[in-house]
């Protein structure tokens, strides 16, 4: 088969991805349709970007597709997609088609199949996703998306309007494009995100996080930031962001910070707005963030917190300093810590910090030095406790157990069972006698 099609080489692609797509292209060809690489594989291919994923158009209509092939999953074909599985590979194949009737400014209700690759790429949203290549290295490119892409520039495929109102998330995605790509945005595209924000209400709260948070892993997040507030769309969403200002440096420190450290990235944002660890907490539910992130970002905001509430003399007394360093240790947990120490470097570089260079070097210390972090680091359960002391369990036993981990923690006591039970007996004789 690979003889009747020569493919064109892919530079940016897994080779096994490229060849095997290839193949399903060739099969298709070889029973008389037409098909074609489409849209972000296309796009990035042509600058040069890691291309993830290769999505093949096709005039087959899907049930055609379906029989050609011994491997396909009927992913969407209701709306013209199948996936085609090939040799541990896998690719949405789609009909050409045309679309209608967006009633909740998101999905079509009508679908229509059509015999045009160019009219398949008119439905699509930006110039440059509604490009086509063939095996052979042609373009279809009916829409100038080369030209746009040279440019630097996003712009929609006819009117910015409809194609909003079509699909509101591709507002947010005309911003993530921007600040990812560090593209403009084209005049007539940017009026059309202003005219048409009002419809983003429609859009899950989990599609516009995921997209969100491409552009805070970007590597122009304040970018995005900034083109997010000028357009509105923060205070239109099912859950609007309730922005009311921001602190420049701290907003400034998102970019002293690896893209790979997104809890840090999305903490100095809600630091940076005014944002408290218990606002944050609702605010990252209703955007539907993992419970694992949820946690993370909320734990380095608390911290951050605590920390501001330390007695600024204490901090000057090293064992004080030190004890005090620990209780916030193992309220909040060693990540935060960490998190925070990384937050606290990125912040001096933009003068936010709010403890010096010097201090923070003696807290990292601490946290390096800490070999006890949590209950599960105790050489002694809660069951074992109430037989040494032959005792009932109850709301003490954790308050307890929380007490001599700090003990434990700061090398006060020994971490062994014998110790922690003599410290036990002690504080409960003390406690009973006050």
Known sequence: MAEMFNSVQWRNAD???AERSADVI?????????????????????????VSDMDITTSALPEVTCSVFPKVVPTGIKHGTVTVLMEGQAFEVTTYRVESGYEDHRHPTEVAFVRDVKED????????????????????????GREDIDKQVIRCVGDARLRFREDALRMVRCIRFASVFGFSIALHTWKGILSERDTLSWIAMERIRSEFEKIMTGPS??????????????????????YTGHDVPIMEAIHRTAPEHSSIRWSLLLLACGISAQEAERLLRSWTFSNKQREAIVKLLALHESYAQVNE???????SGRLTWIKLVLAHGAEAAHSWLQMQTAMEWTGAATVSPAVMEQLEGWLQELQIRNLKDLNITGSELLLALDK???????????ELLEKAAAGLINNDKESLINEAKRVVINNEGS
């Open 392 to 402: 009932r369990g109850g709301a003490w036993l954790g308050e307890l157990l929380g």
């Open 15 to 17: 080779p096994n991805m």
């Open 221 to 242: 997040p304040l970018r995005g930031l900034e083109m997010f507030l000028r357009s509105g769309l923060y205070s239109r969403m099912k859950a609007p962001f309730p």
């Open 26 to 50: 060739r099969t298709l060809l070889q029973h008389g349709y037409e098909a074609y690489w489409v849209g972000g594989c296309v796009r990035d291919e042509y600058m040069g970007r890691r």
């Open 313 to 319: 003399e204490k901090e000057k007394e090293k064992q």
């Open 121 to 144: 790429l008119t439905r699509r949203d930006f110039t440059m996703n509604a490009m086509a290549r063939g095996i052979d290295g042609s373009w279809v490119d009916p829409f100038g």
